[in-house]
């Protein structure tokens, strides 16, 4: 349905994105996932017609929409990281305004508004302005703007940030029944890699500006299969601890942890007795050891050396 | 566009405080002014060798309204004119008279003018022989009440030559002044959603760029008309101004104003990267515009070609020269051509300047 294909944007010299290609299907669920500065905001940018690619093109249904911006402007709902309301006006007024200038039809726009609210939870508080709502009340005013003219897609660039946990699962919950329920294809970015695994049948993960790996979840997990991931509680953690550790010829990389560190080491290998030698030399105990099963933070860890925090 | 235009409008009356803010501004600002502009008396320290002298020409000259004369050393009034706390100073003989200043001014040629005209007179009259000087002066002052001959000077369209009224020049100055600003604080609005993410859904949604442009221009004009025209009508009815009669002329050049501010806001907003950068600049540049353009000054005082030349970039010299025509001759509307040629033609070229910039800066 939609796809790019060798999308490359240069700032100043500088490739915000380089060379991706992505593909989603009509009512898939992908996820972009990456660090802050990964290029995904830029990405989608390019694919909601917003900016320019520096060469490269977008398609939908196979038809450039570099050069015929409104055909995906049409069918396009985009969430933006931004809170891009009027603080001034209402909810209500908000979404009339959106609803009015995509054109929604008089007689269904009311219709619409109470539709959307109701999806994002906040009918009740409609008559009351932007600026007395939490962040998270926000961002749900801020997606619900962007479904009053029912999008076939639906981009969201980070719509959870900064927000607090009821309104994060509620978001989640309304991306997911507008995927699941409602057919509506989704393109989500963030750098939660636990969202991105909650609602997302594939995931696309970005680095540097570049797609560094993708495909199902359970493909990218296949990613480590040769590898072992060890967490550890330590009583203390010092530079010196995870750099020995880290000379260790099974080890791939070691990570700290807020209260240990984690270790990925080769499959198979066995590092505990050098591990708790070189551990108590420096006069540190292990409180707790446990094999952990990977996830894709630990895939995207193994992929490009850095958190997605980072 | 009136989707814009009227959410543009609803935040206004939400919040209102800026613009009511504004429009008491001008309002105080005109009073203060007015107030002040009309206890203005420019004092002339006058001395001479002679104390006899003094006592004889102190009174006569003290006979008008614009100068007062007040009698002290030389050592005084030269003292005065170097540390700038007056201009000018009169040295009086028997029958001559010398004018001291510190710099060439305007008002030195009115002084001038005066003394000259006082020292004529009784030259002419001691010229008479008579030793009863007084009677001679108030008999000549009783005669041309009556002349044989009179000179009457008319307006070109009849009846007389209104005085210049600098009252109702700061009332237009000061009241075009605060609407620039809140006309560019409406169009800086354009910044902030460019910054905020709201401009980025509206390119998004089917509203074309003209839609976008038009609903944020046509809700800042608005605005800044209809404080305008609250001020001079408040001006006109409640405080006793006369604005003349021709007040369709004055809410015309009121629209052209508008108009063409508007259209240099953008162009302020084109070269401002943030809302914040825009607030800073323009709030810095605009108090100077009327400054150059003389609006706090009577006409005739500001004559540097380059500041003349500056002024007449801005659409605040023409509207306010305009609107005292209308007001105090009531000029035709084709006198109105130039001036409205004027305004129209900065409103196009800052307008096409200005939105040419934000568009390149968005791509």
């Known amino acids: ?310 | 566009m009136f989707a814009v235009f009227k959410s543009q409008l609803r935040k206004d009356i939400r919040s209102p405080w800026a613009i009511i803010l504004l429009l008491t501004g001008s309002i105080v600002l005109s009073l203060i002014a007015s107030g002040t502009n009309q206890t203005t008396q420019t004092t002339v320290p006058v001395f001479s060798d002679d104390g006899a002298v003094l006592e004889k020409w102190e009174p006569l000259l003290n006979e008008n309204d614009q100068f007062a004369f007040v009698t002290g050393t030389e050592a005084d009034a030269q003292a005065n004119i170097r540390d700038g706390e007056v201009n000018m100073a009169l040295q009086l003989f028997e029958d001559d008279y010398r004018i001291l200043t510190g710099s060439n001014m305007p008002q030195l040629q009115i002084l001038e003018d005066y003394v000259h005209t006082l020292f004529t007179t009784e030259a002419q009259l001691q010229a008479s022989g008579t030793n009863q000087i007084d009677a001679l002066r108030q008999a000549v002052q009783e005669y041309l009440e009556s002349p044989p001959y009179q000179l009457q000077i008319e307006a070109v369209g009849g009846g007389e030559i209104p005085e210049y009224n600098m009252e109702l020049q700061l009332l237009f100055g000061f009241t075009l002044f605060m609407a620039m600003f809140t006309i560019g604080f409406k169009v800086n609005e354009i910044s902030a959603e460019r910054t905020n993410g709201i401009w980025d859904r509206m390119i998004l949604s089917p509203l074309t760029k003209m839609s976008m442009y038009l609903g944020h221009l046509l809700s800042s004009f608005f605005v800044g008309f209809l404080q305008i025209i609250i001020v001079l009508l408040i001006f006109q009815y409640f405080m006793d101004y006369d604005l003349g009669n021709s007040f369709g002329k004055i809410v015309f050049i009121t629209a052209l104003f508008t108009l063409s501010m508007v259209s240099v806001a953008m162009l302020f907003t084109g070269f401002m990267k943030t809302p914040e950068q825009f607030q800073i600049i323009y709030s810095s540049t605009i108090p100077i515009i009327p400054v150059l353009s003389g609006v706090y000054m009577p006409p005739g005082m500001l004559s540097n070609p380059i500041l003349l030349f500056i002024a007449d970039l801005f659409p605040l010299v023409h509207a306010v020269d305009s609107l005292m025509d209308i007001a105090l001759y009531d000029i035709s509307w084709s006198d109105l051509a130039l001036p409205s040629a004027l305004m129209l033609l900065i409103g196009v070229i800052s307008m096409g300047i200005g939105v040419n910039l934000v568009e390149r800066r968005n791509s």
């Open chain 1, 1 to 310: 349905m939609l796809e790019t294909i060798k999308l490359t944007k240069s700032f100043k010299g500088k490739k915000a994105v380089d060379d991706v290609d992505l593909y989603i299907d009509e009512g898939e669920s992908i996820g972009l996932l990456g660090p802050n500065g990964a290029g995904k905001s830029t990405t989608i940018s390019i694919i909601s017609t917003l900016i320019k690619p520096s060469s490269g093109d977008v398609k939908l249904q196979g038809k450039s929409t570099i050069k015929n911006p409104a055909a995906i402007r049409e069918v396009l709902g985009v969430v933006p990281q931004e809170i891009a309301l009027y603080e001034e006006l209402s909810a209500y007024e908000n979404l009339k305004f959106f609803g009015e200038i995509y054109k929604v039809k008089r007689n269904t726009l009311e219709t619409r508004i109470q539709e959307t609210l109701e999806m994002v939870g906040l009918k009740e508080r409609q008559k009351d302005l932007v600026k007395t709502f939490s962040g998270g009340m926000k961002r749900r005013v801020n997606i619900a703007a962007a479904l009053l003219h029912k999008p076939k897609i639906m981009i969201l660039d980070e719509p959870t940030v900064g927000i607090d946990p009821q309104s994060r699962n509620h978001i989640l919950e309304t991306v997911r029944k507008l995927n699941q329920e409602e057919g509506t294809t989704v393109l989500y970015t963030s750098h939660y890699m636990e969202e991105v695994e909650q609602l997302c049948r594939r995931v696309y993960i970005m680095d540097h500006g570049k797609v560094v790996a993708s495909g199902s979840k359970e493909e990218l997990l296949n990613i480590l299969s040769s590898e072992d991931t060890l967490q550890i509680q330590l009583s203390g953690t010092t530079e010196t601890v995870i750099k020995k550790i880290n000379s260790f010829n099974a080890v791939r990389h070691v990570d700290k942890t807020s209260d240990g560190i984690r270790i990925i080491t080769k499959k198979g290998s066995n590092i505990l007795s050098e591990l708790v030698h070189t551990v108590e030399s420096e006069g540190i105990q292990i409180t707790n050891y446990q094999m952990v099963t990977p996830s894709l933070e630990d895939v995207f860890l193994h992929l490009t050396g850095r958190t997605l925090r980072d």
